[in-house]
């Protein structure tokens, strides 16, 4: 069994404007990160993200962005053997009608019942970054403000 995902959602915005609300850390708290962000995602950059949801901010190693196109992190998954890193890569894709196309993958958990578990709650949260991402962009609303606290 290999643990991966990958979900993808449109933002009716320019690829330039939807990368850049992921990689500074100001955009990205303005949406995702409830307890928030900081460092801007730049290759080699360690940053930290703070959920309300998972109280304590969670060191992020950012392994190499391409701007505009690609984002690859590492930040650790854990269970009863002790903590791991998991892959993430975030693609962003011009579309011809003016839309960005952003595809998030994890990978790398243990397949064990605690590796799958997480597996499934990554997939929910970066589906719901992508909501939050959609709304914030296209419509100035902060889905996740209150939700966690």
Sequence with gaps: MDLKFKVSAHIARP?????????????LSGYFTTGGAKGRLETGA???WDFHDF?????????SVEPNSRIVLNWAAEDRDG?????????????????????????????TPEGLAAS????QGWM??????????????????????
Excluded: H
């Design 83 to 111: 903590a791991y890193p998991t892959t993430v890569v975030m693609t962003f894709e011009a579309l011809e009608d003016g839309r960005t196309l952003v595809t998030i993958a994890e990978s790398g958990w243990r397949e």
């Design 120 to 123: 499934y709650g990554n997939c």
């Design 46 to 48: 360690t940053v930290y």
């Design 55 to 63: 109280p304590g901010a969670f060191p992020v190693e950012v392994t």
């Design 128 to 149: 719901q970054m992508l909501c939050a991402l959609k709304a914030y962009l296209e419509y100035g609303v902060n889905l996740r403000e209150g939700m966690f606290k």
């Design 15 to 27: 690829v330039s404007e939807v990368f850049e609300a992921v990689a500074d850390p100001a955009k």
